[in-house]
């Protein structure tokens, strides 16, 4: 019996896919760039307490609508409140339910498209119905309209993001099951006698990873953009908690007197959002093995 | 004599990857005659198909290119991009292995091939479309009148690869390089195209490339045949020559490897072929080879003409 | 003494998808496979030859109950697995298992090479943890892989290596059956060679029958004990190997023989070709009575009652069946030249 000879590498397979990726990330500057001021605004939400100079809800009455100084970076609103600080503690809401809702879009969303794409029969026609309904609806109106149903709350805005959110991860989840339900190995682990529960988790789910990861990081500044919308609205965080759209619903009144009450919070929605969007894409691009750089 | 067309002299490819550096093509050197089909065989990663594309640059940004492709007084691999522009589809025609996707599939078949001439030989449109039907029939396919205004996915598989050949034909190239043409289809097809293809040959005195790892289709039409190994050439010889007194070790392995009637076992070749990251400073076969000594393991064999017409890199040459 | 039970029995085996509508016309019935019958004793090694559209792949396909076949019926080692459940067919999945063509996407690229050949005997719970690994290792070193690759992924290692891969997996709990289909065909010819032979000893040592799915008449020309040939949904032939290489009956089989390549230029060059006209009819809609006559060189002129019926598979001499209105017209023609010659 001839033994072959093997023409592998000496690294491990996972360090190996590692080096790579991280290769080809490097490549993409502007992925790069996403990746560094999505990281700036992350740690910023965490360590709130030790990097804001000033805590959200300290007001200062001699100083009110003060411009930008030295005491106070990005100036100070209409109830002397420090701008920066209020911008960075406003990054919690954000992020939280910019991840929160993403996670509970997947935990919501995949299980759905899963069960669609692996049995199909009758259920699948039902769920990709719904899902298409569903999809129908902008998706800002749609969790606008769950919050005002729910009731205003960080937490009811983040479900009504999450709800809002899952029918993008339903029609993922069931394509990538679709197309890998018929890969052959699949196949021969139903050969094999492999029950649904061990072809679905042990083959199918760790191959749809990659792109379950890239769906998620463009869902993340949807749904960023959505809590702002909502707060702005009045439906998500309630006043004293911070958050970059309630900051920019204060902001009406005074827009000619201080514009800049406006601006700074737009800002950050525009570059947290963007940055992700940057991350999201150079993943996809960098994950895609027809992408040859 | 015929003329030589196409002369190669010491042409090296190598990919600069995000895995690192390959070493394709290995200071190759071959001419090709006016009217001559020669059959280019190799396994996976021997560099056949790399060969040929680099000389139209159709290789991705990725690969470095060296060496000289001498045809009709230019070098192609030193000539501006107008200048192939010129000669790819033009004087040197490429078929590939996949006719599905090869061919567009928004445009009839009659349409595709009449834009070759269009934009190659400023025919008009309809002299165009005439043309078409006439190198639809030149490439054997039965009611070419009618087939001209079919979509490539209303014909088979066989008849998508001679609409390919009449593409490349359109223009009565010199060279017709072709690329595993007929690993895709089936037996019945594949013998139909070889016909096809030996008729392109006498009737209009193409020059043929013909890439591929199958030792029998080579054997059908080839006139002359290189053996490659690793980006190297491992033999060249006329064709009869080569199958019936087969030099290099691995030659003869292929040979022996293919399945037959009566054998109780195939002469299997040890170990894999090497992935190299730059040219070996010896025979790139000598790993696997049984006839493998020290000289073998620290010299590049050259290229000896051990019979009449007959080269091999080895420093062990022999039929068995 | 009584002959043992056949581990495969296929009876008129009919396999119909249905297909939407498409671009080019409405929704149809594709009819893969038609009407096939099919016998492998224990250990014997049998070919099932065609070209793209002949129904070979969906005939293993339907065997393993990758597919619900729609008519007829399927027996391995007696018993009946047509329209078993799922669960049914559970134990039963022990005695068949598969080998796929594609070295890339045969293997979960998320496994290691130990965990997909250790899933069968962990499925069937044959074995757990220690005596796992072991068989592992045996199965690995059986197939001439060394052990430690186990710990690899699939694409670390080469396509021969895969299929390496494949074989250990199909064979680990050591089936009665092993449905081959076009294990070698994506493979280098030197590979093929390694794979073949390995194929062919570990047969030997452990005894298992093999339906070799392939459309390469020379592997199955090396491998396999008998051949049959499919064409459209049937089986147009089937004999010994050696008889049908050397002598084959029906025309299609003449062709398929002659139209493939051998590695020699004067043998090559020198064979005259029997040529089919026009392509492959689609399996949409197969030609009336023979399906072979809208290509067959013969059909028209001396075969007329091919357009409205059908050939039989019949055995015109000992093991060889074959499906065709000329070939069985000169069987009947030679019978009455003997009963006529017969001393009263």
């Given at each position: 019996?001839?033994?072959?000879?093997?023409?592998t590498?000496?690294?491990?397979?996972?360090a190996?896919?590692?080096?790579?990726?991280?290769?080809r990330?490097?490549?993409r500057?502007?992925?790069?760039?996403?990746f560094?001021?999505a990281a700036i605004f992350i740690?910023?939400?965490?360590f709130?307490?030790?990097?804001?100079?000033?805590s959200?809800s300290?007001?200062?009455?001699?100083?009110?609508?003060?411009?930008?100084?030295?005491?106070h970076?990005?100036?100070?609103?209409?109830?002397?409140?420090?701008?920066?600080?209020?911008?960075?503690?406003?990054?919690r809401a954000?992020?939280q339910?910019?991840v929160?809702?993403?996670?509970l879009?997947?935990a919501?969303?995949?299980p759905?498209g899963l069960?669609a794409?692996?049995?199909?029969?009758?259920?699948?026609?039902?769920?990709?119905r719904?899902?298409?309904?569903v999809l129908?609806f902008?998706?800002l109106i749609?969790?606008?309209?769950?919050?005002?149903?729910m009731?205003?709350?960080?937490?009811n805005?983040?479900i009504?993001?999450?709800?809002?959110?899952?029918?993008?991860f339903v029609?993922v989840a069931r394509g990538?099951?679709?197309?890998?339900r018929?890969?052959d190995?699949?196949?021969?682990?139903?050969?094999?006698g492999?029950?649904?529960?061990t072809i679905?988790?042990?083959?199918?789910?760790p191959?749809?990873?990659?792109?379950?990861l890239?769906q998620?990081t463009?869902?993340?500044?949807?749904?960023?953009i959505?809590e702002?919308?909502?707060?702005?609205?009045?439906?998500?965080v309630?006043?004293?908690t911070p958050?970059w759209?309630v900051?920019l619903?204060?902001?009406?009144?005074?827009?000619?007197?201080?514009?800049?009450l406006?601006?700074?919070?737009?800002?950050?929605i525009?570059?947290?959002?963007?940055?992700?969007?940057?991350?999201?894409?150079?993943?996809r691009?960098?994950?895609?093995?027809?992408?040859?750089? | 004599?015929?003329d030589?067309?196409?002369?190669?002299?010491d042409?090296s490819v190598?990919?600069e990857?995000?895995?690192?550096?390959?070493?394709?093509?290995?200071?190759?050197?071959?001419?090709?005659?006016?009217?001559?089909?020669?059959?280019?065989?190799?396994?996976?990663?021997?560099?056949?198909s790399?060969?040929?594309?680099s000389?139209?640059?159709?290789?991705?940004?990725t690969?470095e290119?060296s060496?000289s492709a001498?045809?009709?007084?230019?070098?192609?691999?030193?000539?501006?991009s107008a200048q192939?522009?010129?000669?790819?589809?033009?004087?040197?025609?490429f078929?590939?292995?996949?006719p599905m996707?090869?061919?567009?599939?928004?445009?009839?078949?009659?349409?595709?091939?009449?834009e070759v001439?269009q934009?190659?030989l400023?025919?008009?449109?309809?002299?165009?479309g005439?043309r078409?039907?006439?190198l639809l029939?030149?490439?054997?396919?039965p009611a070419?009148?009618?087939?001209?205004?079919?979509?490539?996915?209303?014909?088979?598989?066989?008849m998508r690869?001679?609409?390919?050949i009449?593409?490349?034909?359109?223009?009565?190239p010199?060279?017709?390089?072709?690329?595993?043409?007929t690993t895709?289809l089936?037996v019945?097809?594949?013998?139909?195209?070889?016909?096809l293809?030996?008729?392109i040959?006498?009737?209009?005195?193409?020059?043929?490339v013909?890439?591929t790892?199958?030792l029998?289709?080579?054997a059908?039409?080839?006139?002359?045949?290189?053996v490659?190994?690793?980006?190297r050439k491992?033999e060249?010889a006329p064709?009869?020559?080569?199958?019936?007194?087969?030099?290099h070790?691995?030659t003869?392995?292929?040979?022996?490897?293919?399945?037959?009637?009566?054998?109780?076992?195939?002469?299997?070749?040890?170990?894999?072929?090497?992935?190299?990251?730059e040219p070996?400073?010896y025979?790139?076969?000598?790993e696997r080879?049984?006839?493998?000594?020290?000289r073998?393991?620290?010299?590049?064999?050259?290229?000896?003409?051990v019979?009449?017409a007959?080269?091999?890199a080895?420093?062990?040459?022999g039929?068995? | 003494?009584?002959?043992?039970?056949?581990v495969?029995?296929?009876?008129?085996?009919?396999?119909?998808?249905h297909?939407?509508?498409?671009?080019?016309?409405g929704?149809g019935?594709?009819?893969?496979?038609?009407?096939?019958?099919l016998?492998?004793?224990p250990?014997?090694?049998?070919?099932?030859v065609g070209?793209?559209?002949?129904?070979?792949?969906?005939v293993?396909?339907?065997?393993v109950?990758?597919?619900?076949?729609t008519?007829g019926?399927?027996?391995?080692?007696g018993?009946?697995?047509?329209?078993?459940?799922?669960r049914?067919?559970?134990?039963?999945r022990?005695?068949?298992?598969?080998?796929?063509?594609?070295?890339y996407?045969?293997?979960?690229p998320?496994m290691?090479?130990?965990?997909?050949?250790?899933?069968?005997?962990?499925?069937?719970?044959?074995?757990?943890r220690?005596s796992?690994?072991?068989?592992v290792?045996s199965l690995f070193e059986?197939v001439?892989l060394?052990p430690?690759?186990?710990h690899r992924y699939p694409?670390?290692?080469?396509?021969?290596?895969?299929?390496?891969?494949?074989?250990?997996?199909?064979?680990s709990?050591q089936?009665?059956?092993?449905?081959a289909?076009?294990?070698?065909?994506a493979?280098?010819?030197?590979?093929?060679?390694?794979?073949?032979?390995?194929?062919?000893?570990?047969q030997r040592?452990?005894?298992?029958?093999?339906?070799?799915i392939?459309?390469?008449?020379?592997?199955?020309?090396?491998?396999?004990?008998?051949?049959?040939?499919?064409?459209?949904g049937?089986?147009v032939?089937?004999?010994?190997?050696?008889?049908?290489?050397?002598a084959?009956?029906?025309?299609?089989?003449?062709?398929?023989l002659?139209a493939a390549?051998?590695?020699?230029p004067?043998?090559?060059?020198?064979?005259?070709?029997?040529?089919?006209?026009?392509?492959?009819?689609s399996?949409?809609?197969?030609?009336?009575?023979c399906?072979?006559r809208?290509?067959?060189?013969l059909?028209?002129e001396?075969a007329p009652?091919?357009?409205?019926?059908?050939?039989l598979?019949?055995?015109?001499?000992a093991?060889?069946?074959?499906a065709c209105?000329?070939?069985?017209r000169?069987?009947?023609?030679?019978?009455?030249?003997d009963?006529a010659s017969?001393?009263?």
């Open positions: 019996m001839t033994v072959v000879e093997d023409a590498d000496l690294l491990s397979p996972r190996r896919r590692r080096r790579l990726l991280r290769k990330l490097a490549r500057p502007f992925a790069l760039l996403g560094a001021v740690l910023a939400a965490i709130a307490p030790w990097v804001a100079p000033y959200a300290a007001t200062d009455f001699n100083a009110v609508l003060a411009k930008p100084s030295w005491d970076l990005l100036g100070t609103d209409e109830l002397g409140r420090d701008i920066l600080s209020r911008i960075i503690w406003g990054a954000s992020i339910a910019g929160l809702a993403t996670c879009a997947m919501i969303g995949v759905i069960v794409g692996y049995y199909r029969g009758w259920i699948d026609p039902v769920i990709s719904v899902t298409d309904v129908a902008p998706f749609l969790a606008v309209g769950l919050a005002a149903i009731g205003p709350s960080l937490l805005a983040t009504a993001l999450g709800v809002g959110a899952a029918p993008g029609r990538e099951t679709l197309a890998l018929e890969e190995y699949v196949r021969a682990a139903i050969a094999n492999a029950g649904d529960t679905i988790f042990r083959h199918i789910v191959n749809m990873t990659s792109t379950l890239v998620a463009v869902t993340i500044p949807a749904a960023i959505g702002a919308v909502l707060s702005f609205l009045g439906l998500g309630q006043p004293p958050s759209g900051m619903a204060d902001a009406q009144s005074y827009l000619s007197q201080a514009p800049r406006a601006v700074y919070p737009g800002l950050a525009f570059f947290c959002a963007l940055a992700f969007n940057l991350l999201g894409d150079g993943l691009d960098a994950l895609d093995p027809r992408t040859t750089r | 004599m015929a030589t067309l196409l002369d190669v002299r042409l190598r990919f990857t995000d895995d690192g550096t390959t070493q394709a093509v290995d200071e190759l050197s071959f001419t090709l005659a006016e009217g001559e089909v020669l059959g280019v065989v190799g396994e996976s990663g021997c560099g056949k790399v060969t040929m594309l000389l139209l640059r159709l290789l991705p940004p690969a290119v060496g001498r045809f009709g007084g230019i070098d192609l691999l030193a000539a501006s192939l522009k010129r000669i790819r589809g033009r004087e040197i025609s078929v590939f292995q996949e996707t090869s061919l567009n599939p928004s445009f009839t078949v009659g349409r595709q091939v009449a001439l934009r190659h400023g025919y008009s449109r309809k002299a165009a005439a078409a039907v006439e029939d030149l490439v054997r396919i070419p009148e009618s087939r001209v205004d079919e979509y490539p996915h209303q014909l088979s598989g066989g690869q001679r609409v390919m009449a593409i490349a034909l359109a223009c009565d010199k060279i017709l390089i072709a690329d595993e043409p895709a089936d019945t097809i594949q013998a139909g195209i070889l016909d293809m030996r008729d040959r006498d009737r209009l005195g193409t020059a043929i013909l890439i790892h199958n029998g289709v080579v059908d039409i080839a006139d002359r045949v290189i490659m190994y690793a980006g491992a060249e064709v009869h020559e080569l199958y019936e007194h087969p030099q070790p691995y003869i392995g292929l040979l022996g490897a293919i399945p037959r009637r009566g054998v109780d076992r195939l002469q299997e070749i040890p170990g894999l072929v090497p992935r190299l990251s070996l400073p025979c790139a076969f000598a080879c049984p006839r493998a000594d020290r073998s393991r620290s010299e590049v064999p050259q290229l000896r003409e019979r009449p007959h080269l091999v080895c420093f062990h040459p039929s068995e | 003494m009584t002959a043992p039970p056949p495969l029995e296929v009876e008129g085996l009919v396999k119909h998808f297909v939407g509508p498409q671009l080019t016309g929704g019935i594709v009819q893969a496979v038609d009407g096939v019958s016998t492998i004793g250990g014997e090694l049998v070919g099932l070209e793209s559209g002949s129904g070979k792949s969906t293993g396909n339907c065997i109950r990758l597919v619900e076949p008519d019926t399927i027996r391995i080692l018993t009946d697995v047509t329209h078993l459940s799922r049914e067919m559970r134990p039963l022990r005695d068949v298992h598969m080998v796929f063509q594609d070295p996407s045969s293997l979960n998320r290691t090479t130990g965990a997909i050949v250790g899933e069968p005997l962990r499925l069937h719970g044959i074995a757990k220690r796992l690994e072991q068989r290792v059986q001439g060394r430690e690759l186990r694409h670390e290692l080469s396509g021969g290596q895969r299929q390496r891969v494949g074989l250990a997996r199909a064979l709990v089936p009665s059956l092993l449905i289909d076009e294990p070698v065909s493979l280098d010819v030197s590979v093929q060679a390694s794979i073949l032979n390995l194929l062919r000893d570990l040592d452990l005894g298992f029958s093999c339906l070799f392939t459309h390469d008449l020379a592997t199955v020309e090396f491998l396999c004990d008998r051949v049959a040939v499919m064409y459209l049937k089986i032939e089937e004999a010994a190997t050696d008889e049908l290489f050397a084959p009956l029906h025309p299609y089989t003449q062709a398929l002659s390549v051998v590695a020699d004067a043998a090559q060059r020198a064979r005259t070709r029997v040529v089919l006209e026009g392509d492959v009819p399996p949409l809609a197969p030609p009336s009575g399906r072979f809208t290509r067959c060189p059909a028209e001396s009652e091919s357009v409205e019926v059908e050939p598979l019949e055995e015109v001499a093991g060889h069946s074959v209105h000329l070939v069985h000169q069987r009947e023609a030679a019978q009455l030249l009963l017969e001393p009263a």
